[in-house]
């Protein structure tokens, strides 16, 4: 699934670095940014085959796939040590049927936020990291009204649960930016 170039969605944060334009070490022409985040529009097991399955959807913020597998949208949320932001990967994370149905009828609720984390399942591939970001456990931590869930990787050594407990560089957001880049092409 590609990534693409995507801001946060409480709007807080700006969608590249400010006043960061930079010149890329993989074709050196100029960028503006880097980028603060990215996302894609649907988890790693969302394909044709999928879509085509009675009780499949691919919402905004939801993913239901053959009525069995469920998925919602969220933010997955790293530091910036030298700045004062943070890096954003929009991602998808798979709930039990239970968690999805709790989810759900509280979606529009203000008391959402008073729920107890969701276990999950982080369902997005992220690029350049190895091993794979694929199953990783998670909590899901549910926000206001309009604000997509956090998510809390489970401490392990994997660099990405590593980089959301430490933080990374705005040269690592720089890095991330040109390997993306040059691998997808630019969405609108």
């Known amino acids: 699934m590609p990534m693409t170039v995507r801001s946060n969605c409480t ?11 930079y010149t890329c070490s993989r074709c050196a022409e100029p960028h503006d940014g880097p980028p603060l985040g990215y996302g894609t529009p649907a988890p ?14 691919l919402g905004e913020e939801q993913c239901v796939i053959a ?3 469920f998925f919602v949208r969220a933010r997955l949320v790293i530091p910036i040590s030298d700045l004062d932001a943070e ?12 968690s999805f149905e709790r989810m759900s009828a509280l979606w529009d609720k203000p ?3 008073e729920e107890p984390t969701y276990f999950g399942w982080l369902s997005t ?5 190895e091993p794979t970001t ?9 926000q206001p009204i ?15 649960a590593v980089e959301q407990r430490t933080g990374i560089t705005s040269a690592r957001v720089q890095w991330i930016a040109e390997q993306i880049l040059h691998t997808n092409p630019p969405m609108g």
Do not use: C, M
Not at 125 to 129: D, E, K
Not at 147 to 152: A, G, Y
């Open 67 to 69: 009525g069995s597998y």
């Open 11 to 21: 709007g807080t944060l700006p969608s590249v670095i400010a006043g960061s334009a």
């Open 146 to 160: 309009g604000d997509r869930p956090l998510v809390e990787l489970e401490p392990t050594d994997h660099p990405l």
């Open 134 to 142: 694929l199953n990783l456990k998670t909590k899901l931590h549910t």
């Open 44 to 57: 790693a097991y969302w394909n044709v085959e999928a879509a085509d399955q009675p009780g499949s959807v």
């Open 125 to 129: 591939a992220l690029p350049l990291y």
């Open 111 to 113: 008391e959402r936020v």
């Open 87 to 98: 890096f954003d990967w929009g991602v998808w994370v798979s709930v039990s049927e239970a």
